[in-house]
């Protein structure tokens, strides 16, 4: 397989999510020196359209860092704060849908790693479906996490997904067994239950008309 472009997108903006950067970014570079290699680019914005941007570049894996939520509607969407804790930015995957079907332009990756609690819930990967071209593979959180479970989750991950070959298998199908084995391997390590789910997402009626796929 073609070596993959792993794109880091930090929306969380706080010291937290700098030291998830921070930490990824040693981790990828520690298995490149390993001899495996990987594309990775860095994106650390409070601008919810460079996000869009971002989502739209083609890329074997983008990974969110960010806080997640539901706005005072009820709308999922990723969000983060300043240094003082105070709310600074918010992306409502609704209106993230709705700009890129106008755009014409859809998530161009072959995953999608949302580093934030409570994004795997139902109405956030329902809300992603008006937003993606083709399937690809979600992986998310099914309750609130702490920095220490994400950590650990973004070893075995990138390990998983960097090491394995994939020959013969589509990308989407790779990267879906790759993060299944993640979540196999995380619950063994700590000898419980793995707060990251991972779920296949797949275009709605609204996305299919808007990116002609």
């Given at each position: 397989m073609r070596t993959p472009v792993i794109r880091l997108v930090d929306l969380g903006l706080d010291d937290g999510f700098a030291r998830s950067?921070?930490?990824?970014?040693?981790?990828?570079?520690?298995?490149?020196?390993?001899g495996i290699r990987s594309e990775v680019e860095y994106l650390r914005t409070s601008d919810p359209m460079l996000?869009?941007?971002?989502?739209?570049v083609p890329a074997r894996l983008i990974h969110i860092m960010c806080h997640g939520g539901y706005c005072d509607h009820g709308e999922p969407g990723f969000g983060g704060t300043n240094a003082t804790g105070e709310h600074a930015v918010w992306l409502s995957l609704h209106d993230l849908a709705d700009y890129l079907q106008r755009d014409g332009r859809g998530i161009q990756a072959t995953a999608v790693f949302a580093d934030?609690?409570?994004?795997?819930?139902?109405?956030?990967?329902?809300a992603l479906r008006g937003a993606v071209t083709t399937r690809i593979t979600y992986i998310g959180a099914s309750r609130q996490v702490d920095w220490h479970e994400c950590s650990t989750f973004d070893s075995i991950l990138y390990g998983s997904m960097l090491r394995a070959k994939g020959k013969g298998t589509e990308a989407h199908e790779?990267?879906?067994d790759?993060?299944?084995?993640?979540?196999?391997?995380?619950?063994e390590a700590v000898d419980g239950t793995c707060p990251f789910r991972v779920v296949e997402v797949v275009p709605n009626r609204q996305a299919f008309r808007a990116f002609g796929r």
């Open positions: 950067m921070g930490f990824t970014q040693s981790l990828l570079a520690s298995i490149n020196v390993s996000v869009a941007h971002a989502l739209t934030a609690c409570d994004s795997a819930q139902h109405r956030f990967t329902d790779w990267m879906f790759a993060a299944i084995r993640s979540v196999n391997a995380y619950e």
